[in-house]
């Protein structure tokens, strides 16, 4: 039974069908997953007997046909995040900045706040861009090296960072950077709502820009609070 007092994150482990919930009203549940479910829905100006009402009915309705992230093999959530997420913002961001290019050129001189989300997109890519390779390239080979090494009594991998909790701190940070973006971008869209009368690119841009932020969500989410965890605990186990 899901209570108040449990935070955003445990809430969205224990039950990911709630994900469905929180991302309808607005509840930040990876980056900002810390808080107590009653501060949250303060913060958001929500009435915590519906929000709670709302998660039980998204946990009749979808519980049998969620996918247990927290059981699966380290290897395997990885694969599932670089091939769903990571090829997802790769693909999306450069759609995203073209759109943003053609809104501004049609209604930049009216809508100054384009400008920014224009810049916004362009920082979030290049942050983003960094931020994937470095997963992909140091950090998620390090974390199967280290699981197939305690599944087989192999040699432990070696690193260049000490203990993989140094890396995973800085990803988490990046991920905070990437949030707050993210919340630049809802701010200066007005929620992802275009002006009455805006034209299909306009339309578009915006619809981009709320399905980036719903992906970017579940992709933090099983990072944050699934994958690195498990990844520092498996270290830990590993003396």
């Not at 955003?8 to 990876?30: M, T």
């Not at 927290?70 to 693909?91: A, D, F, N, R």
């Not at 809508?111 to 470095?134: G, M, N, R, W, Y």
């Not at 299909?200 to 981009?208: I, K, L």
């Amino acid at each position: 039974m899901t209570t108040a007092t449990q935070t955003v994150r445990e809430i969205a482990l224990e039950s990911p069908s709630s994900i469905r919930v929180f991302e309808k009203l607005g509840i930040d549940y990876c980056c900002g997953g810390r808080k107590p479910l009653a501060d949250a829905c303060m913060e958001g100006d929500l009435d915590i007997d519906a929000v709670l009402a709302a998660l039980q009915s998204s946990n009749n309705i979808h519980s049998a046909v969620e996918v247990n992230w927290g059981t699966m093999s380290l290897e395997s959530l990885i694969e599932h995040i670089v091939s769903t997420h990571h090829v997802y913002v790769k693909q999306e961001l450069p759609r995203l900045a073209t759109l943003a290019e053609k809104v501004v050129a049609r209604h930049g001189e009216t809508t100054p706040q384009l400008f920014v989300l224009k810049s916004t997109v362009a920082q979030l890519d290049a942050e983003l861009t960094h931020h994937l390779s470095k997963e992909e390239m140091v950090l998620f080979p390090y974390i199967v090296s280290l699981e197939v090494a305690l599944s087989t009594g192999g040699d432990m991998p070696a690193s260049c960072f000490g203990t993989v909790a140094n890396p995973i701190a800085m990803m988490t940070q990046e991920h905070d950077a990437a949030g707050a973006l993210l919340t630049d971008l809802r701010r200066l869209s007005n929620g992802f709502v275009p002006p009455e009368g805006a034209c299909p690119t306009y339309h578009a841009f915006y619809d981009g820009l709320r399905e980036f932020e719903q992906d970017l969500h579940q992709h933090i989410h099983l990072e944050n609070n699934i994958l690195f965890p498990r990844a520092i605990a498996l270290e830990n186990a590993a003396g």
